[in-house]
């Protein structure tokens, strides 16, 4: 797979060079600069068409330049030993659990995908690189499970002092780990990390790469949920398929795109609309990003990725396709509420808020959805237990936390003193990469 960048479709790399930089020298993101057809493909999968083999047979699709059939099958394999969850709710609604992995959360699909391809192209090719990344504390954590082993890839993480969880001592680098953690106060630590990846021969010189989704290899992760998806639903439904699914930055949404521009059937996609991704006074999907130039915006953020600048990308032929096949909905906290209490009365469900605001949007949605035989996949992001309180609130119970989700949530107590300059994260960097 070539990839391209979003600002410029003359500037090409190969995806290896995509996924070790990030971000393209012009600011831009990068997307794949030809969408192949999968359709043959995908249609002969089905049930019994394991997650790993999905995976891989995309991946060796993708970007078989690079790899062999074999080297993507391994990658697939290290990176997933778990899978989602489809149920089937009633005749035409469906729930995708992508809360099966090893925190609960469904960043774990793309992380442990990334870091088990960085890894492959690294130990084939040599080198090493370094993960610089801002986190609200639940990154940590996925990192350190599919860091752990690994010898080409290690990770800098800032954090809000206090906000660490999930991780263990033996996952630190001072303690022979592969994550250095640095906590912040009063500085912005987003701000810090920008001031890095402004000095590109810095980040050049110590290989310096993102594990969010402005990283393509990340977003990858994310796209085999959706053929996974239909292939367990292709012989019980017979119409058009929608996703109803909550924003966060797009990642999901995106992704989904991509499955569907690869040729998996989709008829939409259902979501709460946000202050970027709305609707005109008329009802029409309105992306307000749209509305700047490329040329006059701001670099991608490497500290805080949004993929609205690659779904521009994708409907760029022909951007009133955007209206017909994204549907933001405005809902109130109390249709999300209603919606939560819904699932849990009618199916048993617990749903967080983000799975809560998903359902409010389905419900909010006056196409002819179930019409000849169409069906919703409501997307479950995150497990409930992560979200005890919010359960709690809306229907009076809350689900209990197992031993993993335990784990995720521990604090970890660095008892180090913050940082609040960049030039501190740099010695943090140059301190990991020895």
């Known amino acids: 797979m070539i990839l391209k960048s979003t600002r410029n479709p003359n500037l090409q790399v190969p995806f290896s060079t995509g996924i070790m930089n990030s971000i393209a020298p012009d600011g831009g993101l990068y997307v794949p600069s030809v969408i192949q057809d999968l359709r043959r493909w995908i249609g002969y999968t089905d049930e019994n068409t394991t997650f790993q083999n999905i995976a891989g047979t995309l991946t060796?699709?993708?970007?078989?330049?690079?790899?062999?059939?074999?080297?993507?099958?391994?990658?697939?394999?290290?990176?997933?030993?778990?899978?989602?969850?489809?149920?089937?709710?009633?005749e035409n609604l469906f729930t995708l659990e992508l809360f099966h992995g090893w925190t609960g959360c469904h960043r774990d699909f793309g992380v442990s995908y990334l870091c088990s391809m960085l890894d492959t192209f690294l130990t084939m090719n040599g080198g090493k690189a370094i993960f610089l990344d801002y986190t609200d504390g639940e990154l940590g954590s996925i990192l350190a499970h599919t860091l752990k082993g690994k010898k080409n890839i290690k990770a800098v993480l800032v954090c809000k002092k206090g906000e660490y969880r999930g991780m263990k001592e033996e996952d630190l680098f001072w303690n022979g780990g592969n994550i250095y953690p640095l906590e912040v106060e009063s500085a912005d630590g987003k701000v810090l990390i920008r001031e890095v990846f402004t000095d590109q021969e810095f980040c050049k010189e110590h290989n310096l790469t993102v594990a969010h989704t402005a990283n393509f290899g990340r977003l990858m992760g994310h796209i085999f949920a959706f053929p996974y998806a239909f292939s367990r639903m292709k012989n019980k439904v017979h119409g058009d398929i929608y996703y109803a699914l909550a924003p966060g930055n797009y990642a999901n949404l995106v992704a989904g795109l991509y499955s569907w521009k690869f040729a998996?059937?989709?008829?939409?996609?259902?979501?709460?609309?946000?202050?970027?991704?709305?609707?005109?006074?008329?009802?029409?999907?309105?992306?307000?990003?749209?509305?700047?130039?490329?040329?006059?915006r701001n670099r991608a953020d490497p500290s805080e990725p949004s993929n609205l600048?690659?779904?521009?990308?994708?409907?760029?032929?022909?951007?009133?396709?955007?209206?017909?096949?994204?549907?933001?909905?405005?809902?109130?906290?109390?249709?999300?509420?209603?919606?939560?209490?819904?699932?849990?009365?009618?199916?048993?469900?617990?749903?967080?808020?983000?799975?809560?605001?998903?359902?409010?949007?389905?419900?909010?949605?006056?196409?002819?959805?179930?019409?000849?035989?169409?069906?919703?996949?409501?997307?479950?992001?995150?497990?409930?237990?992560?979200?005890?309180?919010?359960?709690?609130?809306t229907v009076g119970e809350a689900p209990e936390q197992s031993d993993k989700i335990k784990e995720?949530?521990?604090?970890?107590?660095?008892?180090?003193?913050?940082?609040?300059?960049?030039?501190e994260i740099k010695a943090a960097i140059k301190e990991i990469s020895k």
């Open 60 to 90: 060796s699709a993708f970007i078989n330049e690079e790899f062999s059939p074999i080297i993507c099958e391994k990658i697939a394999v290290e990176a997933f030993p778990f899978e989602p969850v489809l149920k089937q709710l009633d």
């Open 264 to 296: 998996v059937p989709v008829g939409g996609f259902i979501l709460p609309a946000t202050g970027s991704l709305t609707t005109d006074p008329r009802g029409n999907t309105l992306l307000l990003d749209s509305i700047i130039s490329m040329e006059k």
């Open 309 to 393: 600048e690659r779904m521009e990308e994708i409907f760029s032929a022909n951007s009133l396709m955007l209206r017909n096949f994204v549907y933001p909905s405005i809902i109130s906290n109390e249709d999300v509420d209603k919606a939560t209490k819904e699932l849990f009365i009618k199916y048993g469900i617990f749903a967080d808020r983000h799975t809560g605001r998903a359902y409010a949007a389905l419900k909010n949605f006056d196409g002819d959805l179930f019409e000849d035989e169409g069906a919703a996949v409501l997307i479950a992001r995150d497990d409930p237990a992560l979200s005890q309180s919010y359960c709690r609130h």
């Open 408 to 423: 995720t949530l521990k604090p970890l107590v660095l008892n180090r003193p913050c940082v609040s300059t960049a030039e």
